[in-house]
Structures are given as structure tokens and as C-alpha cells.
């Protein structure tokens, strides 16, 4: 077998035997509003996936169990159809750039917002941040929970990172989170979403719509702006421009 075959194939078996990060994944709590468990709250995780293209459900846990009538199935697709399982339950390409679709119910509210985490583990190549949005709306907070340098990029390279992902959305019953690979010999591993619905809040400043005035409603304003989304709209004249910054910053000063 030629040389470079043989480096290959060695790459790849010692990346497809690293043993699973340390789950450093968050458990909401009052820090975030809600604790698992709640009303209105939902909770699903993945950790061996069972098909390389899917749909997946969750195997770890899933809340609520069994989901109410009329509520979406909790799934997670690699939408190129390219990856293929790990000896570790891990979705995995050598080749492609991988691209996820993860669908995830929750309670609606009418006028609502829900506050989605994401949490991801991956190994080798990374997600790339500028790729991810939950029903189109980019996230209004990215945590790096852990990292462990695995080596330059490529097979066998990379790094184990595991990142948490707030978002903060309609509160239509259902959120569809997309995401793409920032480049080849990105493996999947583990995933959780927890989800949070309550009623919007009538305080014009609080962007991210959790009933409290908090440095994270600013954050959710840039975001809102940079994607024209209406809670950018802060002195109320219909469009989204600088102007709305200053705007923001007096009705946050005048609290709710």
C-alpha cells in the first residue's frame, strides 16, 4: 500500500477512536430564566447517531416524553447526504463540507418569544459561525464551552470544541437551526437544544425578549440591526438605521 494511503487511513482511525469530549454542556437554570423541566420549556440530545444522512431523534433524553399532539418530531439531517457513521456514533466526512438541519419543537405562544440553546460538540474541522441561524435569525450569543487542540486541520487534525449558541426567536411552535462545516473532516458528536417560550415582552429595549433589561439585549439589538429584523427599529419610524442605536440606548436608560 503506497505511503501516503497508509498515513491516510492511520489518520482517520485515530481520529475516529478519540474518545468523547467532556461533555461541558450548560444546564439552564435561573441564569437563563427557566430551569429543564419547566412549563413551556423542551429539551432533546443526541449523542450516537443510528443513520449518516438521518433523520436522527434524540437518544439521550427528549422533553417532553411523549410530545403533545401537534408537535413537530425532534430530528437532526446531514443535508449533503455525504457523511457516513463513525465507529462512535459520530457523523463524519473525510471529503465534503457537512451541512446540518436540526428541527426542534416547542411550546407556541402567540406573540411570544422563544429562547433556543443550542449546544454542539465536534471534533476535527469546526462549525462555521458565520453559517448558523435558527428560523434565519443569527445568534444573539456564541459561548465556547471547551476546546483541546487536536493538530494542524485536516484528517486527524483540528480541534474538539464544544460551543453554546443562543437564539431568540418567534415563538411559533417549531425552530429549524441550519449550519455548515467550516471545511472537511468536521465530525459530529454530541447535541442538545433546549428551548423556553413565554409572552413577548411590550419593553420596546428589551430586544431578545426575556422580560429583563440586561448588556445581552444590546448584543440582540447588533443582531437584529446587522439582519433588519424589527426589534432593530427602536425610535419607531419604520426602518432600521444608525439612528436606532442612539434610539436604543435612551430607551434602555429609561428602563421598562
Do not use: H
Amino acid at each position: 500500500m503506497p505511503t501516503l494511503c497508509r498515513t491516510a487511513i492511520s489518520a482517520v482511525s485515530l481520529l475516529l477512536a478519540l474518545p468523547a469530549a467532556s461533555q461541558n454542556f450548560v444546564t439552564p437554570s435561573d441564569g437563563y430564566g427557566w430551569s429543564r423541566g419547566d412549563n413551556n420549556s423542551s429539551y432533546f440530545a443526541w449523542d450516537d447517531f443510528a443513520n449518516p444522512v438521518g433523520p436522527n431523534s434524540p437518544d439521550i433524553d427528549a422533553f417532553p416524553n411523549p410530545l403533545p399532539a401537534g408537535w413537530a418530531a425532534p430530528v437532526i439531517t446531514e443535508t449533503t447526504g455525504t457523511a457516513f457513521l463513525t465507529s462512535t456514533g459520530n457523523l463524519y466526512s473525510i471529503t465534503s463540507v457537512l451541512e446540518f438541519e436540526i428541527i426542534v419543537p416547542g411550546q407556541p405562544v402567540e406573540d411570544g418569544t422563544m429562547t433556543v440553546l443550542l449546544q454542539t460538540n465536534t471534533q476535527g474541522r469546526e462549525i462555521d459561525p458565520a453559517t448558523i441561524v435558527c428560523d434565519g435569525t443569527s445568534p444573539v450569543e456564541i459561548v465556547e464551552l471547551n476546546r483541546v487542540f487536536l493538530g494542524p486541520d485536516g484528517i486527524g487534525g483540528g480541534s474538539l470544541v464544544e460551543t453554546l449558541w443562543r437564539f431568540e426567536v418567534p415563538a411559533d411552535g417549531t425552530a429549524v437551526i441550519t449550519f455548515e462545516a467550516d471545511g472537511e473532516s468536521l465530525s459530529l458528536d454530541k447535541v442538545s437544544v433546549d428551548t423556553f417560550s413565554q409572552e413577548g415582552s411590550d419593553c420596546v429595549a428589551d430586544v431578545n425578549g426575556d422580560g429583563a433589561l440586561t448588556p445581552t439585549d444590546f448584543t440582540a439589538w447588533i443582531n437584529a440591526y446587522n439582519n433588519a429584523d424589527a426589534g432593530c427599529d427602536q425610535n419607531g419610524d419604520g426602518a432600521c438605521t444608525p439612528t436606532d442605536f442612539t434610539a436604543w440606548i435612551t430607551n434602555y436608560n429609561n428602563g421598562c
